[in-house]
């Protein structure tokens, strides 16, 4: 399974961003996809889940600003950040969980400007 992360920016405080995780080669075996970020010497964290039954779980900061989404038809997962803030600054990562295996994408900076 590979996961590619993409749609990482700068944006002023109040924009919106939309990252995509897409999946690649054995995607059946995903049974949810994760969406995480990371500041600089800090735990990377979790920001919202979705399963493949499409049930979502958001951390309490970003509820109500952010949607995670899924395309199966795109092996893709989505999240639509709105209101972003200062402190949503961060590198977003997606993480797929399967059976006894984890899989990351690479990165992308995500740079709200106040």
């Known amino acids: 399974v590979q996961l590619q992360a993409s749609g990482g920016g700068l944006v002023q405080a109040g924009g919106s961003l939309r990252l995509s995780c897409a999946a690649s080669?054995?995607?059946?075996?995903?049974?949810?996809i994760t969406w995480y970020r990371q500041t600089p010497g800090k735990e990377r964290d979790v920001v919202a889940s979705?399963?493949?039954?499409?049930?979502?779980n958001y951390i309490h900061s970003v509820k109500g600003r952010f949607t995670i989404s899924r395309d199966n038809a795109k092996n893709t997962v989505y999240l639509q950040m709105n209101s972003l803030k200062p402190e949503d600054t961060a590198v977003y990562y997606c993480?797929?969980?399967?059976?006894?295996?984890?899989?990351w994408g690479q990165g992308t900076q995500v740079t709200v400007s106040s």
């Open positions: 080669g054995r995607v059946s075996s995903i049974y949810v």
């Open positions: 993480n797929g969980a399967a059976f006894r295996e984890q899989y």
């Open positions: 979705i399963t493949t039954g499409g049930a979502t």
